[in-house]
């Protein structure tokens, strides 16, 4: 796999908007090629050699294409937009929509991520070793149709709105979540590993929502169903299953309703 | 203003019976003239196909529902709203553009006037101040009148003069050009959260049927003399099987005689008829009847329509037949805005998504074309996508390109995946009637000018009409075996000239133009009683006062102003 090593040089004075910065858009291209693609401060548009000192070398497709930023991207937003395969790693934190939009491929941050990572996410992974803001693996505002695949894993916290509108895909929040998980979903798996304060599967459809810790609040639309023993990422437990959420409508499959499932481990 | 002489081109224009004869145009002052001096400039349009700006005749493109579908939808904006771009204004939407990406995508297609298609009285300052927020296109809206509560008082009791010196005085007031009627009672009836599916439903509290509304309404259109004819979006839109209701609707019109000085032949316009031609029970029988209805309109000579062709897309629902959203909201579940508008109206707006992979989509797209293909007089048949509801009006060139080639119907019938079903519920799959250039220019300049009472300035080039030419890259003598070069042409005028004014220049904007705001002012004798009967209403039951009802002239700075007097 060939490797583009990209080291930023300024801080932007507003932010960033780096939508160029896809193994996509690299692949097959000079060094030069990759310099003068477009970027945005702003309403101006800029080139991405003004901002990163870029070195290695591009595949000849994304596939084979792998970025490596050395540095903080804390005001570079939407890394890996639109992302088809390959591979970006930050060595460091990362602005809004990273992985946004993506198809294929891994990004990997170091760092934490700000809001609206993995946004309306079809397929590949990403991998965020410190904390992210809100909307992770949302959909875009006022669309109907979030992730619809792959699987983002958030090792630290994340903060509201996670798996909004969500129809596939996998979401881990590996320490605690804030409000409002997989509203209107009509499909796809979100786990929460720590706690999450309330407002859990609200207006959902379809889909299942697993919480190792705890709800501090529960929605009334959800209903204790029973307890079922549950392998979920690793963890083995025993968890409380309620069905929900009964205020919505829901499709039916052979003549019966079919509801979202929220599972809360047994303490 | 410059003088413009126009080379050598096809000239096409139905209202001189020019076929594409070489020929060149002349521009003066905004208008087309005999000749013009040897410093004019010169456009080359040899090799290339000159037709009078475009008209519509039924779009929603300005005000309060439109702006609603704005605000509900930011989706329709994402990557579809370019960063910023020289000399032009940002642009932004897919099918709810912004009013500059409105006037410039009009101007692209070499459009010159569009109808704003229904205009809640109540809020025609906001319909007027996003009218003049559209760059180029000269525009005008009709109010709504068909749930009004006015109207419902005048007409049961038969008084067309004192329902004409209602609706002169509500024109004027709002500057409106002409008489809509959305769903007659249905949308009133829907404050009840009832409607009005067929011709003799009451209308609750009101007492009058949507046929007494409808008959009425075209009594008091011809009593005025307006421009235009009465406007109707009948009742029943949408529903399997409502084609009957559409025949019971149009064949109120036999009734009634035409009374105009604006040379206009016919007394009712049905809008976007393709909603209302469906035969079947349910949407498992759900079947073309566009032959049913087309037999029909083409004989009843006093009638024109408009396609409201679906275009296989995703778009935004928008219409003042309020139980009608409703009533989609709960077929595809997503978001929907409704509301009540006093006296006068409902709306309601909700996304929907045309796919060409669902049979009843199929058989939807099929309709609009067939009674494009099906209409014996181009003059009385006009295109368009009742933008947005069945498409945005971007998607005129792509309806084109359907009614003039068989080949295009063929390869997007192809590509369904319920090919087969659609061809046993239509007739599309049999049809093989591709209509000429000419056709086209009937259809989207000369025969909507007609129907709307403005063939002196619209539809045509003869000598004296408004300069509106549009230059595409077509070949008259030898028109391009893929359809898509059709398409192509259509979308993006070579060039564009609006009121003498160069507009597009080799595909590109270069100015915003001149627009002008269209409206119809009726004078009719003093009528001391409708004038309590409005005193009366401003006080018991508008929210507003009636002098802030009105709409300043600021908001139509540019005004042209149809001025006449009505012989009682
Ligand atoms: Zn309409």
Known sequence: ?267 | MAEILIRNGFVIDPTRNINGDVADIAIKDGQIVEGVGSKAKVIDASGKVVMAGGVDVHSHVAGPKVNVGRLMRPEDKLFKSPHNQKNYRMESGFSIPSTFKTGYDYARMGYAFVMEAAMPPLHSPHVHEEIHDTPIIDQAALPVFGNSWFVFEYLKNEEIDNCAAYIAWLLKVTKGFGIKVVNPGGSSAWAWGLNCLTLSDPVPYFDITPAEIITGLMKTNEYLGLPHSMHIHHNDLGNPGNYETTLESLRLAEGVATKNNFGRDTVMHSTHIQFHSYGGDSWGTFESKAREVMDYVNKQKNISIDLGCVTLDETTTMTADGPFEHHITNLNHLKWANTDVELETAAGVVPYVYDKDIKVNGIQWAIGLEMGLYATDPMRTFITTDHPNAGPFTRYPRIIKWLMSKQAREETLASFKHTDKVIDATDIHSMDRELSLFEIAQMTRAGPAKALGLSNMFGGLGVGMDANVGIFDLNFNDMPADPEAIEKAFSRACWFIKSGEIIVKEGDIVSHGNKRTIWVKPNVAENPQVIRDIQDKFLKDYSVGSDTYQVRDYLAPNPYVIEFDVEA
Request: charge should be negative.
């Open chain 1, 1 to 267: 796999m060939a490797q583009i090593t990209l080291k930023p040089t300024k801080v932007p004075e507003l932010y960033l908007e780096g939508y160029n910065i896809t193994p996509d858009a690299f692949a097959g291209k000079s060094l030069m090629e990759i310099a003068d693609l477009d970027a945005h401060e702003g309403k101006i548009k800029v080139k991405l050699g003004d901002y990163f000192e870029i070195a290695g070398q591009s595949g000849d497709t994304a596939e084979e294409t792998a970025i490596n930023i050395d540095g903080d991207c804390s005001r570079i937003k939407y890394i890996g937009n639109k992302m088809s395969a390959g591979s970006i790693t930050i060595n460091g934190n990362a602005d809004m929509y990273v992985g946004g939009w993506m198809k294929g491929g891994k990004i990997h941050v170091m760092g934490n991520v700000d809001s609206f990572c993995g946004i309306a996410m079809e397929g590949g992974e990403i991998v965020v070793e410190g904390n992210a803001q809100n909307h992770v693996g949302c959909a875009y505002r006022g669309d109907w149709r979030g992730m619809r695949g792959g699987t983002i894993r958030i090792k630290g916290s994340a903060g509201n709105d996670i798996g909004t509108f969500m129809l596939g895909g996998t979401i881990i929040i590996e320490k605690d979540a804030f409000i409002h998980v997989s509203t209107h979903a009509e499909g796809g798996t979100v786990v929460i590993k720590g706690n999450v304060q309330g407002r859990v599967g609200g207006q959902m459809v379809k889909g299942d929502i697993y919480v190792l810790g705890s709800v501090q609040y529960m929605l009334p639309g959800f209903k204790k169903v029973g307890s079922v023993e549950q392998k979920i990422d690793g963890t083995e437990a025993t968890f409380t299953h309620y069905i929900g959420d009964l205020g919505e409508r829901h499709p039916k499959s052979k003549g019966k309703e079919v509801y979202a499932n929220l599972y809360v481990q047994e303490a």
